[in-house]
């Protein structure tokens, strides 16, 4: 029986995959059981962010795994206050304390919870407690019933009724709408720098000066979802100092980059004063937990991801690496190219579906991915009209000409069937 059928008989059908059965890979490149090389632009979705297979990973993955990989968190774990530290102190650079999940909706339901728990100490004039989050359409914050309830797509709720209730969605960067909104039992506002899943669509610098603005004024938490942009992939450390630099937000989630392809996630919390005691402080002993969260295994691999990306500031490579994509797809002026969108290596192109021959009922994204995947270049769709350039924030200039010579010759096709 082939992989593929075993997946068909034993896995639930929650994937639609593509017909590429993955074999190894080091660096940006990745083989096939049948030993096709490609180059992977995908990276398990923004995930390794120091390619496959980094020196520095395996040493530390074969290092902690010899001493201690998962004790529980009743216990002092060096590596989990080490990380922590790392984060604080080198990437938010603001006052804080972390918590530490496995994925990145865990974090995200970690900062509802925060929301929720703050609403309830924070009670709106009336007395009564404030629990509605304001988050946007297009966005993607998970698939758990909490992290979905705040997702601002139908598709990604559909037939899971009835949601967590409390969440209203507005249009992104409508600075109005979001006015409009606050009501006396709004707690927080929610939103992806630049919403990944969505496509590839980034927040303007206005529209967070007004977020701001209205969480001073309606003693509002800012809960910023980092979950894909975050440590290094726009060019800054952290996403939203893409767009705001000053912007001090008071939740911050992150998972994907975070392990670079280990799973850990995370939310950090400000230790800003609230009711004369931190922010950080609402989630006491008994509020919130994990059992694999912060294992000590998980966290020393952090640790080395993170430590790399600092020490050879690899944030300049990835801004080196956009300018010479936005520079040659632009050169291109290929007509079924619509525009390119995102930041640093979170980069989005936005195809001009009338000019793409695509099969019946396969979208302009997939049918592209399908042809590059045959060309050996892995890149994920983002929606039916964008796909997504997510390489390791190492990547080559090399790489990058080889990967868009391969993507104009895609185009090529695409226009042509």
């Given at each position: ?8 008989q ?9 017909p ?10 990745l083989?096939?059981?049948?030993g096709k ?8 979705i ?17 290092e ?8 529980s968190n009743?216990?002092?774990i ?15 650079k603001?006052?804080?304390?972390m918590?530490?999940s496995n ?21 709106n ?7 509605e989050?304001l ?11 909490g992290?979905?309830?705040?997702t ?13 209730s409390g969440?209203t969605?507005?249009p ?6 979001l ?11 929610m ?10 669509n980034?927040a ?19 809960l910023i979802?980092?979950?894909q942009?975050?440590f ?6 952290m ?6 630099d ?14 670079g ?38 966290c ?13 500031n ?5 801004v080196?690496?956009e ?7 632009k ?12 930041v640093g290596?979170?980069?989005g192109?936005?195809l ?8 019946k ?10 042809i590059?995947?045959?060309?050996g ?14 390489p ?12 868009l ?13």
């Amino acid at each position: 029986m082939t992989t593929s059928e075993k997946l068909s008989q034993y896995v639930l059908p929650t994937y639609g995959r593509f017909p590429i059965e993955p074999s190894h890979a080091r660096g940006t490149e990745l083989w096939d059981t049948d030993g096709k090389r490609y180059l992977d632009f995908c990276n398990g979705i923004a995930v390794c962010s120091l390619g496959h297979a980094h020196p520095r990973m395996l040493k530390a993955i074969k290092e902690q795994s010899e001493k201690l990989m998962h004790c529980s968190n009743l216990y002092q774990i060096t590596g989990q206050a080490d990380l922590a530290e790392l984060i604080t102190e080198q990437c938010v650079k603001i006052p804080g304390k972390m918590f530490f999940s496995n994925s990145g909706a865990e974090a995200n339901d970690g900062m509802i919870k925060l929301a929720r728990k703050y609403g309830h100490e924070r009670p709106n004039e009336k007395g009564e407690s404030r629990f509605e989050i304001l988050t946007f359409n297009q966005s993607f914050h998970g698939r758990t019933i909490g992290a979905m309830s705040a997702t601002g797509q139908k598709k990604i709720q559909q037939g899971f009724a009835p949601l967590l209730s409390g969440f209203t969605h507005l249009p992104y960067n409508d600075e109005h709408a979001l006015e409009n909104a606050i009501g006396d039992r709004t707690v927080a506002i929610m939103l992806e720098p630049i919403q990944g899943e969505g496509g590839i669509n980034s927040a303007t610098s206005n529209f967070l000066c007004t977020i701001e603005k209205l969480c001073e004024e309606h003693d509002l938490l800012l809960l910023i979802d980092e979950v894909q942009c975050g440590f290094g992939r726009t060019g800054h450390l952290m996403g939203w100092r893409a767009f705001h630099d000053s912007l001090k937000p008071d939740a911050i989630s992150w998972a994907k980059g975070m392990g670079g392809g280990f799973p850990i996630g995370g939310f950090w919390v400000t230790d800003k004063q609230t009711n004369g005691k931190p922010l950080s402080s609402v989630l006491g002993p008994g509020s919130h937990g994990s059992t694999y969260g912060g294992n000590p295994l998980a966290c020393a691999v952090s640790l080395a991801v993170l430590s790399e990306i600092i020490e050879q500031n690899l944030k300049e490579n990835v801004v080196a690496r956009e300018k010479q994509i936005r520079r040659e797809i632009k050169s291109w002026n290929h007509p079924a190219v619509k525009e390119l969108r995102g930041v640093g290596l979170l980069l989005g192109i936005g195809l001009n579906e009338n000019e793409i021959n695509t099969p019946k009922d396969v979208t302009a994204s997939i049918h592209l991915c399908n042809i590059l995947a045959g060309k050996g270049l892995l890149i994920p769709p983002a929606g039916p009209s964008v796909i997504r350039l997510l390489p390791p924030l190492n990547v080559s200039e090399a790489e990058v000409s080889e990967a868009l010579e391969l993507i104009r010759s895609g185009l090529d096709e695409a226009i042509s069937a």
